[in-house]
């Protein structure tokens, strides 16, 4: 069984942010099924899903570690599990 999230990222556009963000998601085990992202007059946006397996799936480091990278990025973070 795997759990699935889906992770948004807002702000304002600024160079690696895609990297971090999935870099992190790489350091949680966590399998990227789909990622789209656009910038409109300066402003980033950003909606990737994403899986784990039952044995690596911790929702509050999860949810921890993404509130983290938004203040480091100075985004808006928001993990929701589904």
């Known amino acids: 069984m795997k759990h699935f999230a889906t992770i948004t990222v807002i702000g304002k556009d600024k160079t690696g942010v895609i990297a971090r963000v999935t870099h992190f998601l790489f350091e949680q085990r966590a399998n990227i099924e789909a990622l789209e992202e656009q910038v409109t007059r300066g402003q980033f946006s950003?909606?990737?899903q994403a899986s784990w397996?039952?044995?690596h799936w911790d929702a509050a480091s999860l949810t921890a570690g993404l509130q983290d990278l938004g203040r480091a990025l100075h985004m808006e973070v928001k993990f929701?599990?589904?």
Do not use: E, F
Request: no cysteine.
């Open 46 to 48: 950003m909606t990737l």
């Open 80 to 82: 929701r599990a589904v």
């Open 53 to 55: 397996k039952k044995d």
